[in-house]
């Protein structure tokens, strides 16, 4: 896939997927965004601060399936190469960590008991797919690479120091392999 092709595959996955989960449903869960905000002492600012660097850090996620991948986050469209670079050297999940940060952030801001049960029902969901789904694909698409990757970066608790980058991904024949 070209790298236009990725950026705008990727941008309106971003809508789709991110924006649906930790945009519109959190939206309409607190009343358009018209509860108050918390009155208990330093959520507010937590949240924002889980809010502003969540969203960062999906962008960043966003970019790297683009320009490291050369692909897009949907299924129907995926990275011709394994991502394991920038945040993914943090953890392997970023994206579905970063939604639930937003979501979370969210019911810090609005002391949100909805918002809280919604990010647990979605974090259900996020971890469910992942492991019969996202995993075993990723297995059978990028083989021992992978593997190599999972073993070395936890899958939902960003570890603080970078892992080695351990993969190898051959662009010509789209397989990974372990360079351990």
């Keep these: 896939m070209r790298t236009r092709q990725a950026i705008a595959g990727s941008a309106l996955f971003f809508i789709a997927a991110p924006g649906m ?13 018209r509860l108050p905000w918390s009155t208990q002492p330093g959520l507010v600012p937590v949240g924002w601060v889980l809010i502003v660097v969540a969203a960062a850090l999906l962008l960043h996620a966003f970019a790297r399936f683009a320009f490291e991948g050369q692909g897009t986050p949907a299924p129907v469209a995926p990275t011709e190469q394994l991502v394991v670079g920038g945040i993914y050297r943090h953890v392997r999940n970023p994206m579905y960590v970063a939604v639930l940060w937003i979501i979370l952030g969210q019911a810090l801001l609005f002391s ?13 969901a996020m971890v469910s797919f992942v492991k019969f789904y996202e995993e075993p694909t990723l297995a059978r698409r990028y083989g021992t690479g992978y593997e190599a990757y999972r073993r070395a970066v936890p899958g939902w608790l960003p570890r603080l120091t970078p892992m080695a980058l351990p993969v190898r991904v051959d662009r010509r024949q789209c397989k990974a392999e372990a360079i351990f």
Excluded at 21 to 33: E, K, M, N, S
């Design 21 to 33: 989960v930790a945009g519109l449903l959190p939206w309409l869960l607190t009343d358009r965004y």
């Design 112 to 124: 949100s008991w909805a918002l809280v049960a919604y990010a647990t029902i979605a974090a259900i």
